[in-house]
């Protein structure tokens, strides 16, 4: 499809191409595009922008990412298919594995999504077939594999566009969850330890700079960032950001003029 350049909604279609692309290659999950639809939803409530909440949780991000003794970067189709070569960066600047862990887990689209982030310059990629063999307590079947190297292992799990189910459970094993979430609502979202609630699309490439900013920086600086991190407020001010736009809309002109 062509997509005219002068389109309102653009941005939001070529995302929407992207994910379809992956479908075909394998890479995303039907239901993916059903979590897609979900974000974009809440993106628009959001204005489709980065917000100051979301820049304070990418900060924290960083310095967990970059003070974990052994973080994993746990990728799903829709993640691959959108942010392939911002998530291969990302594991470089900080250190980190990249584990394939899938809601709908078939051997077909790991390796589909391996290959797709090897292409982008990925050298290592866990969790694929017999690479899975650990288990998350209290999930079940397929949900709950991971690999012994990586998310098993891990002090700190990204996990962006995650399950809640999933979340709750890296939590339980005592794993510090950080989460990219456009629903502040969403249980991912409330059940990790670190919320970033904005677009993928928008958060990983500021998340690659600001880690690449903090990789320098003491050990004690970016504790200090860790210790002053509240994601019950973050939370709560995405909610409020979604209120007060939604309240200047309302008391706008809301209607479109067509002549
Ligand atoms: P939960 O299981 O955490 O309660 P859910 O069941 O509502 O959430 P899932 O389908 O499990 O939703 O997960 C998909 C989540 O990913 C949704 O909350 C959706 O808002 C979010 N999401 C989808 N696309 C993006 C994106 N591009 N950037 C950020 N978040 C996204
Ligand atoms: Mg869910």
Same mark, same amino acid.
């Given at each position: 499809?062509?997509?005219?350049?002068?389109?309102?909604?653009?941005?939001?279609?070529? %995302?929407?191409?992207?994910?379809?692309?992956?479908?075909?290659?394998?890479?995303?999950?039907?239901?993916?595009?059903?979590?897609?639809?979900?974000?974009?939803?809440?993106?628009?409530?959001?204005?489709?922008?980065?917000?100051?909440?979301?820049?304070?949780?990418?900060?924290?991000?960083?310095?967990?990412?970059?003070l974990a003794e052994y973080p994993?970067?746990?990728?799903?189709?829709?993640?691959?298919?959108?942010?392939?070569?911002?998530?291969?960066?990302?594991?470089?600047?900080?250190?980190?594995?990249?584990?394939?862990? %899938?809601?709908?887990?078939?051997?077909?689209?790991?390796?589909?999504?391996?290959?797709?982030?090897?292409?982008?310059?990925?050298?290592?990629?866990?969790?694929?077939?017999?690479?899975?063999?650990?288990?998350?307590?209290?999930?079940?079947?397929?949900?709950?594999?991971?690999?012994?190297?990586?998310?098993?292992?891990?002090?700190?799990?990204?996990?962006?566009?995650?399950?809640?189910?999933?979340?709750?459970?890296?939590?339980?094993?005592?794993?510090?969850?950080?989460?990219?979430?456009?629903?502040?609502?969403?249980?991912?979202?409330?059940?990790?330890?670190?919320?970033?609630?904005?677009?993928?699309?928008?958060?990983?490439?500021?998340?690659?700079?600001?880690?690449?900013?903090?990789?320098?920086?003491?050990?004690?600086?970016?504790?200090?960032?860790?210790?002053?991190?509240?994601?019950?407020?973050?939370?709560?001010?995405?909610?409020?950001?979604?209120?007060?736009r939604l309240e200047r809309l309302?008391?706008?002109?809301?209607?479109?003029?067509?002549?």
């Amino acid at each position: 499809m062509r997509i005219p350049p002068n389109h309102p909604r653009r941005e939001s279609l070529l %995302l929407r191409e992207k994910i379809v692309e992956g479908y075909k290659r394998g890479i995303v999950a039907l239901e993916g595009l059903i979590a897609h639809g979900r974000g974009e939803c809440f993106d628009y409530l959001l204005g489709e922008k980065t917000h100051d909440f979301a820049y304070e949780a990418i900060r924290a991000a960083a310095a967990a990412l970059l003070l974990a003794e052994y973080p994993v970067l746990s990728v799903n189709g829709n993640t691959a298919m959108l942010v392939p070569s911002e998530i291969v960066k990302l594991a470089r600047i900080v250190n980190a594995k990249i584990e394939v862990n %899938l809601f709908y887990r078939t051997r077909e689209r790991e390796e589909a999504i391996a290959d797709w982030l090897r292409k982008h310059g990925a050298t290592e990629v866990l969790g694929v077939g017999e690479d899975a063999s650990a288990t998350i307590p209290e999930l079940f079947s397929e949900r709950r594999r991971v690999s012994p190297r990586g998310i098993l292992r891990a002090d700190v799990v990204f996990v962006p566009l995650e399950d809640g189910d999933r979340t709750e459970a890296l939590r339980r094993m005592g794993k510090t969850v950080i989460a990219v979430d456009l629903n502040p609502l969403s249980r991912t979202a409330r059940a990790a330890n670190i919320t970033i609630v904005d677009n993928i699309v928008r958060a990983l490439p500021i998340l690659v700079e600001e880690a690449n900013k903090l990789r320098k920086a003491d050990r004690s600086m970016l504790r200090r960032i860790l210790e002053g991190y509240d994601n019950n407020h973050v939370l709560s001010r995405a909610l409020i950001a979604i209120k007060n736009r939604l309240e200047r809309l309302a008391n706008s002109k809301i209607v479109l003029d067509i002549s």
